[in-house]
């Protein structure tokens, strides 16, 4: 495959400094993108030296939406929406600043991210966005109240945004992963008493996907080989929704 699918391209990655918007970061990287590895930590600096030519890395709270409109005052032809938070608890179990905290991560901070990027997409002729929602946009998961609830929002703000903006040229669409080996399942095993065997086991193919998967689904989505995509969920599940 042609590492210049997105030459000549300016993307930006939330979530960038670890699991699936770190490989987004990487693979855009490598297949020509000007990337800019967005993230709340501090681990995207090192992506970045390491990517080294013009990926470039920014220090990012997706809340905050002065932070947000400061990173994107350069337009973009790509925004992958990554960045999220999870939650472990059922409604009656969920404290209103656990819900508040997962709304303002993973709607608050897409709403942002979109708001501030499209203006300058709309100049350039167009772009494309990808936002990651989850199979609980789409299915009920257990103890996931706030996560399900928010990530079914990020799947409609998704819907809406592409019929908006349609005619300027910005495809608008999201991406629902099954349950992937990233840094925040492995701290569900650690810290919230989950079960890896379980996890995989609920997917049918038996087992976790890899970020790597969940990447070169986006960078799909965000390519010009998608240009009749606009609007859609991309579920990769592994077969959980069809179970």
Same mark, same amino acid.
């Given at each position: 495959m042609s590492d210049e699918r997105f030459g000549g391209k300016r993307a930006f990655v939330t979530g960038a400094g670890s699991g699936i918007g770190e490989a987004v970061a990487r693979a855009l990287h490598a297949e020509g993108a000007e990337?800019?590895?967005?993230?709340?930590?501090?681990?995207?600096?090192?992506?970045?030296?390491e990517l080294g030519g013009s990926a470039r890395a920014v220090r990012l709270d997706v809340r905050d939406e002065a932070? *947000?409109?400061a990173a994107l005052a350069?337009?973009?032809?790509? =925004?992958? /929406?990554?960045a999220g938070?999870?939650?472990?608890?059922? #409604?009656?179990?969920?404290?209103?600043?656990?819900?508040?905290?997962?709304f303002a991560v993973n709607v608050r901070g897409t709403f942002l991210t979109c708001k501030h990027a499209i203006p300058g997409m709309t100049a350039r002729g167009g772009g494309s966005i *990808?936002?990651?929602?989850?199979?609980?946009?789409?299915?009920? =998961?257990? /103890?996931?109240?706030?996560?399900?609830?928010?990530?079914? #929002?990020?799947?409609?703000?998704?819907?809406?945004?592409?019929?908006?903006?349609?005619?300027?040229?910005?495809?608008?669409n999201a991406v629902c992963p099954g349950t992937?080996?990233?840094?925040?399942?492995?701290r569900l095993v650690d810290d919230a008493g989950e079960s890896l065997q379980n996890l995989r086991a609920r997917q049918p193919m038996g087992r976790l996907g890899e970020p790597g998967e969940i990447a070169e689904s986006i960078l799909y989505l965000a390519s010009d080989r998608a240009a009749f995509i606009t609007g859609t969920a991309l579920v990769i599940d592994g077969g959980l929704t069809a179970a």
């Open positions: 990337v800019m590895l967005a993230d709340i930590t501090d681990a995207t600096a090192t992506i970045a030296a932070q *947000v409109r350069e337009p973009v032809d790509i =925004l992958a /929406n990554v938070i999870g939650s472990t608890t059922n #409604a009656p179990d969920t404290t209103l600043e656990e819900w508040e905290q997962v *990808v936002n990651v929602g989850s199979v609980g946009a789409l299915v009920g =998961l257990k /103890n996931r109240a706030a996560y399900c609830a928010s990530k079914g #929002a990020v799947v409609a703000f998704t819907r809406a945004l592409a019929i908006d903006h349609v005619t300027d040229g910005i495809r608008v992937v080996d990233s840094p925040w399942v492995r």
